[in-house]
């Protein structure tokens, strides 16, 4: 893991570790806004000077950034590294989509991996929960979008790789009304929908069961799938926009006597 960048050398610096180790290990979320400081000050057992000194030594660190009205947030972390995919991603959204999945095809199945073999029992019940959610959604036949994300962060979260986790999430969060964008668009097809479904259960249940090989082949399995299927819609949908454009050159040219 890691170092932290604050020395516990004060009170003040103490706080300011404690809440450091939660964000590196991933419990405090970029942009998840802390508790009001009252609150926080009792919960970390600490006098409010002494939480305010410490939560100073993380702004100025750049973990932790204020707003106006006094609120504090978690910084958005790496957003230097995703500058660049997020303008690529404006630009070309369908193709950077497939770099995008075809970079998980290279990574995700040994983050699974890892989750099936260093899942706690909290984590195996996090994914437990959103495999549920998707099932639900799937069963009133509703996109599950948001479910899926959700997911996927709790596998990277249950491998226990902080390099990994704030990789995958900073992309993932990203690029995340796109992806829900393109989920949406293969969930209208009953029949992916149900695919999609069994897929993750496959990938629950191989983490479920520690079965690191397993999981490495079911997440590859999926995402090799997804990109596929997309490719399959997004060609769809350009040929569709090509006949309508046809069919509205009527209004454009001036007609043959």
């Known amino acids: 893991m890691t170092e932290p960048t604050i020395k516990p050398d004060s009170a003040a610096a103490g706080v300011a570790k404690r809440i ?6 991933g419990s405090l979320r970029p942009g998840e806004q802390l508790l009001p400081e009252r609150k926080l000050a009792e919960r ?26 006094g609120a504090t947030r978690v910084a958005a972390l790496g957003t230097s590294f995703t500058d660049p995919l997020a303008r690529l991603l404006a630009m070309h959204p369908d193709s950077a989509i497939f770099d995008y999945l075809e970079f998980r095809t290279l990574v ?20 437990r929960t959103c495999l549920a959610r998707i099932e639900q959604a799937h069963e009133r036949q ?8 959700d997911l996927h962060i709790a596998v990277y ?23 829900f ?7 209208e097809r009953p029949e992916l929908r149900e695919i999609l479904c069994e897929q993750h259960r496959a990938i629950v249940q191989a983490i479920l069961d520690r079965d690191g090989e397993r999981a490495r082949e079911a997440v590859a399995r999926h995402i090799d799938f997804t ?27 001036v007609k043959n006597p």
């Not at 305010?52 to 100025?60: A, P, S």
């Not at 509703?142 to 994300?149: F, K, L, M, T, V």
Request: net charge negative.
């Open 227 to 253: 990109a596929k299927a997309l490719r399959e819609v997004i060609e769809a949908d350009s040929r569709l926009e090509v006949s309508l454009r046809r069919l509205e050159r009527g209004a454009l040219a």
């Open 44 to 69: 970390l057992g600490v006098s409010r000077p002494t939480l305010r000194d410490g939560i100073r030594l993380l702004k100025e660190a750049g973990v932790l950034a204020g707003e106006p009205g």
């Open 142 to 149: 509703e996109p599950s979008g948001e479910a899926d994300a």
């Open 181 to 187: 964008y393109s989920r949406t668009r293969l969930h």
């Open 108 to 127: 995700e199945p040994q983050i699974a991996a890892l989750a099936a073999q260093r899942a706690s029992a909290v984590d195996l019940e996090v994914i």
């Open 20 to 25: 450091e180790m939660l964000v590196l290990e």
């Open 157 to 179: 979260e249950a491998s226990h790789n902080v390099m990994m986790l704030h990789v995958m999430r900073s992309i993932s969060g990203m690029l995340r009304n796109s992806v």
